[in-house]
T-cell receptor, first 113, second 116 residues
Framework: AQSVTQLDSQVPVFEEAPVELRCNYS??????LFWYVQYPNQGLQLLLK??????LVKSINGFEAEFNKSQTSFHLRKPSVHISDTAEYFC???????????FGSGTRLLVRP | NAGVTQTPKFQVLKTGQSMTLQCAQD?????MSWYRQDPGMGLRLIHY???????DQGEVPNGYNVSRSTTEDFPLRLLSAAPSQTSVYFC???????????????FGEGSRLTVL
């Protein structure tokens, strides 16, 4: 069965600093990878996704993630964070034959002024 | 668009009581699912459905029942609530793969359940 590991439960960072949130998944023949964001007291929203093609995918608000098949990773990065990026971020994976998304335990990004 | 609507948003139960969490979507999504979110554990899949009349178990199905009589609705039933079921519950839906979709889930705003 698929599994997802987010090793960092919380990442504190100062505003305008770069950040990387790590995600590793168990190997599979083909996978779809997702990053979701959850703001306080809200549901989850899709941030970006990898389906196929270019291994670097980007969101509209400056986040990007790179699919690395050899390292089974899908780390999320942003070169300069804002206070408004404070939220919990979840990495998720589904294999090509399953409708089910399996989520990691989440990383809380705390951006300080 | 309403998207995915969950009710109630908050509920307090006593041990042994039963209740139903409601979920409705207006996007004509075939796939619907229930997750529970607990601190440090992320989201865990409880039950899911790929269409009316079809349901299946996820990672943590014990203590929960579901049914799918219509495409729009996917209620989650707790027959005899236990304190271990204290959690935030999310309903999520999507189009099925093979119809141009990729498994992206659309989430409701959550239902916070406390069992005393």
């Amino acid at each position: 069965a698929q599994s997802v590991t987010q090793l960092d439960s919380q990442v504190p960072v100062f505003e305008e600093a770069p950040v990387e949130l790590r995600c590793n998944y168990s190997s599979s023949v083909s996978v779809y990878l997702f990053w979701y964001v959850q703001y306080p007291n809200q549901g989850l929203q899709l941030l970006l996704k990898y389906l196929s093609g270019s291994t670097l995918v980007k969101s509209i608000n400056g986040f990007e993630a790179e699919f690395n098949k050899s390292q089974t990773s899908f780390h999320l990065r942003k070169p300069s964070v804002h206070i408004s990026d404070t939220a919990e971020y979840f990495c998720a994976v589904s294999d090509g034959s399953s409708y089910k998304l399996i989520f990691g335990s989440g990383t809380r990004l705390l951006v300080r002024p | 668009n309403a998207g995915v609507t969950q009710t109630p948003k908050f509920q307090v139960l006593k041990t042994g009581q039963s209740m139903t969490l409601q979920c409705a979507q207006d996007m004509n999504h075939e796939y619907m699912s229930w997750y529970r979110q607990d601190p440090g554990m992320g989201l865990r899949l409880i039950h899911y459905s790929v269409g009316a009349g079809i349901t299946d178990q996820g990672e943590v199905p014990n203590g929960y029942n579901v049914s799918r009589s219509t495409t729009e609705d996917f209620p989650l039933r707790l027959l005899s609530a236990a304190p271990s079921q204290t959690s935030v519950y999310f309903c999520a839906s999507s189009k099925l793969k093979g119809t141009g979709n990729t498994g992206e889930l659309f989430f409701g705003e959550g239902s916070r359940l406390t069992v005393l």
